[in-house]
């Protein structure tokens, strides 16, 4: 009897302990439980701010659709829905089924199965929305794009948020299933844009039904961003890009060999004066249109697939090529302000250089196409293209050691390659400009991967043609001539302006940034001026031909060609140049890859943009017979 | 008679009364009052139960154990026939007009009544064979009632024998043995998948509480969300939102101390739990003072089926014991629960009654 006593009292008191235990020591947390029970908060998006141009035309806007969306969970629960649900919205069982399964939309997200539907179909299923289990018609705002894919690799695409994007982003108020920028503008200038949800909290049951509201709190319209890009430069770097890669493609390149790929290129065209980008052109490219509502995975891979050319990368801050002859500038700028030369300094240029004290082949270097050009000057040497000329400026820097065996790196440094120009946009590229130290240094850490340890002279002779290890990108090549052009001032580039309110009134300015001044006095700068303008304007330079007919006299333009070598594979044709010279307003730079001669396949590029500047009328690409 | 016992008893009763109505008001489907005017029915009969097994000498009872305990096979035996109806995969209830009749409920009581005559009979000299009879008696019913299946009221007939045979003088070395057959059967019964799946369900949740996507894991939860969030002083009478919002499944049954919980606090959960002790300790006294062995057999029994009902069920919402189908004793709604109950308060205030003649 005892015993039984004993038990009994005993679990008497663990009930009392665990009771005492539930509703005085733990009971806080529980009730904040209890209250998230009740209250379900629903979120309402907020429509995304548009991007514009510089003159406020929309690039990227947003278009209202009424959808009918299903929730995957819920309608399971009823096989009835599905039944009616589909003659309502016109399509099979078979058809709705497709689209619930649609593999776009995770499990957290609402399957649009029906876009743009009737307000009579809306009101039918509003009303009967018991019936409906897992229905909603939901109003969002989607982005639409009025000028295709025009400018795509600046504007970017919007995606739904990633497990990694969510985790960054703890304290912004994201949900999974919400829409995030994820290239480009879209992503660089995300918190701009996306303005904050609205929240409703209501009450519900168990089953989810809605008992009441408790109060709601409005979407906030995202802000508008309004970009330094002007479509009509934007489409004109592109049309002009895109049909010269389409002229090159299927040529034979002079001197034989298998024919031109043209696989892709860029094109840039900043303003000298502010940095401000005016257009930014990749090709291929891609429809930001296809990524609304989630792009198809099929369609993904394929972006992604070598045969596709891979046209989501912006090639003009992500490609990195050898700058070709476009590098001579930086050689000729080290020349002079380390008074190494003057303008007058002459060098006999006989087709073909050698090293002196280095016997074998690899010890001469010869002009494209052996041409001889005689004695020339640094401005006579930049508008022929004279390639005799800058090796021996890079073998006289490296034979003469010290800091001058440095000096065409640290002249491309101060002009801001091998760095990023801190445009913001995600994904630019670094290029390289290598030295000895760094060499080895990379010797050093990875002998493997870099087997070469030792810097010697003919490694200076190619780095003064820009050949060898040296890469930019085209962003920074553009920027190197838009330096040029004002003066000396390094900018980072900038591709927005202001951040506007719906309304249009100003949030904030986004001001030009000068990263830093490079001395450029008039004994410097005017020699490097005078050879670009020659190459394009004098009946010798490497793009006169690709310039015949442009008024160069009311604005002159200064430019120069590039061929650079790529190692199995045909050349990059290369242009850079800014103009009027008198008082520069654009700088441009072509990158073409697998295009041939600077001169033939870029330069016509570049006059074609330039057309477009000057305000000529524009006339299709052709080609010409000039050389670098 | 025992009015303390009986007070305690009509105390609760009432109070299950207004929890079943406050859990049930908002039912759709149903009018407001229509969980709480049948269990109110229920209740009448209940106490017309309890008055006629009190008045009745229990000695008559122990004398009519052999037709009874046939009586109650039978009424077992039937159930599973196409005579008795299946709800929610068990086949347990009798269809009678407008009510259900569950014998299994009942079948707790009459087995009480039994193997209390017959240890009685034998002065409680309980050598092995005896012991393995008596064994023998209380699994013929509980076979018949797995076959239902009903795990739960095995359960408490499992504790009603082990408090019996304690008390009745089994040897401690047959009492390990039992205990150890005990959990060797609970290790066959999962491993051969004689357990449903729900119910290894259920006791999973016990065991891993948080994971959300087991419905019984749901349960638990809401319910010790329920309980928590009454606090010291409760929400107030038809005030929880848990109960409101039918956020706890099987409220107005299984999980009826929620609504006390929620509504009443922890005031209300322990005077509930005080009146349950209170019941435990006139048994007890009953027990002790019964004028013979049958008498405080049956009056062990009983707290036996009290003891362990309440704990389980209590301990089930408050999350210190797996989730089991047990009722509440008059609290929890239900007819054929709250008859048997009632039978067994009447059986104790019989034995109190008679400890003197």
Same mark, same amino acid.
């Given at each position: ?69 299903? +929730? ?7 096989? #009835? ?15 709705? /089924? ?20 009737? #307000? ?17 018609? &939901? ?47 879209? !992503? ?38 309004? *970009? ?58 891609? $429809? ?33 090529? @050898? ?8 050689? /000729? ?14 060098? *006999? ?30 401005? !006579? ?11 021996? =400026? ?53 002998? +493997? ?22 890469? &930019? ?60 303008? %020659?190459?394009?304007? $004098? ?76 305000? +000529?009328? *524009? ?10 | 008679?025992?009015?303390? =016992? ?22 759709? %489907? ?45 009424? =077992? ?13 068990? !086949? ?9 009749? !569950? ?66 003088? @089994? ?31 259920? =006791? ?15 349960? *638990? ?12 002083? %409760?929400?107030?009478?038809?005030? %929880? ?117």
């Amino acid at each position: 009897m005892a015993i039984v006593g004993v038990i009994g009292f005993s679990l008497f008191a663990a009930m009392f302990t665990r009771l005492w235990y539930l509703q005085v020591m733990d009971s806080r947390e529980l009730q904040a439980l209890a209250t998230q029970n009740q209250v379900r908060e629903v979120f309402e998006t907020a429509p995304r701010g548009r991007i514009l141009d510089r003159r406020g035309r929309p690039m990227v806007a947003n278009k209202i659709s009424q959808a009918v969306t299903v +929730k995957r969970l819920e309608i399971k629960e009823d096989p #009835e829905v599905p039944v009616r649900l589909a003659p309502l919205l016109g399509i099979s069982q078979a058809e709705l /089924a497709k689209r619930i399964e649609d593999p776009r939309y995770t499990r957290f997200r609402p399957v649009p199965v029906a876009e743009d539907v009737s #307000e009579e179909l809306v009101v039918y299923l509003r009303e009967r929305s018991q019936n409906f289990r897992g229905v909603d018609v &939901v109003t969002s705002y989607e982005r639409a794009y009025p000028n295709g894919t025009l400018g795509a690799h600046l504007v970017g695409y919007v995606g739904e948020i990633n497990d990694r994007e969510l985790a960054t982003r703890k304290d912004k108020d994201y949900r999974l299933g919400d829409e995030i920028g994820k290239s480009g503008v879209e !992503q660089s200038y995300e918190d701009d844009l996306r303005g904050r949800p609205g929240r409703i909290q209501l009450e519900v049951d168990a089953r989810g039904r809605v008992i009441r509201t408790l109060g709601s709190t409005p979407p906030v319209p995202g802000n508008d961003v309004q *970009l330094t890009v002007d479509l009509d430069v934007q489409r004109l770097a592109e049309e002009s890009l895109d049909q010269g890669l389409a002229t090159a493609r299927g040529r034979t390149p002079r001197g034989g060999g298998p024919p031109l790929a043209a696989p892709g290129g860029a094109a840039v065209v900043l303003d000298p004066r502010d940095g401000s980008v005016l257009a930014m052109a990749s090709n291929p490219t891609y $429809d930001p249109g296809a990524f609304v509502n989630g792009i198809r995975p099929e369609l993904f891979q394929a972006l992604q697939a070598p045969p596709s050319r891979f046209p989501l990368n912006n090639r003009a801050i992500q490609g990195e090529y @050898a700058p070709g002859s476009t590098f001579k500038l930086l050689t /000729a700028l080290a020349a002079l302000q380390t008074g190494m030369i003057n303008p007058g300094t002459t060098v *006999l240029d006989t087709g073909e250089y050698s090293l002196r004290s280095c016997r074998g082949q690899t010890c001469t270097f010869r002009n494209a196409g052996s041409t001889s050009y005689g004695r020339v000057n640094l401005t !006579q040497a930049l508008t022929v293209s004279s390639d005799v000329f800058f090796y021996s =400026l890079g073998a006289d820097f490296w034979f003469r050691g010290g800091p001058n065996a440095q000096a065409i790196q640290t002249a491309a440094r101060q002009l801001g390659l091998g760095d990023r120009t801190g445009l913001p946009l995600a994904g630019e590229q670094k290029g390289r400009i290598l030295d000895a130290g760094i060499r080895k240094k990379l010797n050093e850490s990875n002998p +493997k991967a870099f087997p070469n340890g030792r810097w010697y002279a003919g490694d200076n002779v190619n780095l003064a043609i820009g050949q060898g290890e040296t890469v &930019v990108t085209p962003l920074q090549l553009a920027n190197v001539y838009a330096t040029l052009a004002n003066g000396g001032t390094l900018f980072a580039p900038r591709v927005a302006a202001r951040v506007l309110r719906p309304g249009g009134e100003v949030v904030r300015e986004l001001p030009p940034s000068a990263v830093r001044q490079v001395p450029m006095p008039p004994n410097v700068r005017d020699p490097i001026v005078q050879g670009l303008t %020659g190459a394009v304007a $004098d009946p010798r330079g490497t793009a006169h031909g690709a310039f015949a007919g442009f008024p160069v006299d009311v604005f002159p333009v200064a430019g120069k060609t590039g061929t650079a070598q790529v190692v199995g594979k045909n050349d990059t044709a290369v242009f850079a140049a800014f103009g009027p010279v008198q008082s520069p307003q654009f700088a441009v730079s072509v990158f073409m890859e697998e295009s041939g001669f600077g001169g033939a396949a870029a330069a016509p590029v570049a006059r074609r943009v330039f057309d477009g500047l000057a305000g +000529k009328p *524009l006339e299709p690409i052709r080609t010409t017979g000039a050389v670098d | 008679m025992d009015l303390t =016992l009986l007070g305690a008893v009509i105390a609760i009763a009432g109070l299950g009364l207004l929890m079943v109505y406050s859990a049930t008001q908002n039912r759709s %489907g149903f009018a407001p009052t229509y969980f709480v005017q049948r269990q109110a029915i229920f209740t009448v009969l209940g106490i017309g139960l309890m008055v006629l097994m009190a008045t009745r000498d229990y000695r008559v009872f122990r004398d009519f154990a052999p037709p009874i305990y046939v009586a109650t096979l039978v009424a =077992l035996v039937l159930v599973l026939s196409p005579l008795g109806s299946d709800k929610r995969g068990s !086949q347990a209830w009798f269809q009678l007009g407008p009510f259900q009749l !569950q014998p299994s409920e009942l079948a707790k009581v009459s087995v009480i009544v039994c193997l209390s005559a017959y240890v009685a009979a034998h002065r409680g000299e309980l050598d092995g064979r005896r012991l393995l009879t008596v064994l023998a008696l209380a699994a013929l019913p509980m076979a018949l009632i797995q076959g239902q299946p009903d795990l739960g009221t095995n359960l408490v007939f499992a504790s009603i024998l082990m408090a019996m045979l304690v008390v009745a003088g @089994a040897r401690p070395r047959h009492m390990a043995a039992l205990v150890f057959a005990g959990i060797l059967a609970v290790v066959l019964v999962f491993q051969l998948g004689v357990v449903k799946e729900y119910q290894r369900d259920r =006791l999973g949740a016990f065991i891993e509480p948080d994971s959300e996507t087991m419905r019984s894991a749901y349960s *638990l939860r809401q319910s010790t969300i329920a309980i928590a969030n009454g606090g010291i002083f %409760g929400k107030g009478l038809f005030r %929880g939102t848990q109960t409101k919002l039918a956020y706890v499944p099987e409220q107005h049954t299984d999980f009826i101390f929620t609504v006390v919980g929620e509504e009443l606090g922890l005031v209300g959960s322990a005077l509930l739990l005080v009146l349950f002790a209170i019941i435990v300790w006139r048994t007890w006294r009953a027990a002790a003072l019964a004028k013979d062995l049958s008498g405080t057999l049956m009056c062990v029994g009983v707290l036996g089926m009290f003891v362990f009902q309440i704990f389980e069920n209590v301990g089930m919402t408050m999350g210190i014991m797996p989730i089991t189908g047990i009722p509440l004793p008059f609290m929890s709604y239900g007819g054929s629960a709250t008859l048997a109950s009632f039978a067994a308060i009447g059986l104790v205030l019989n034995v109190h009654m008679r400890r003197f003649s």
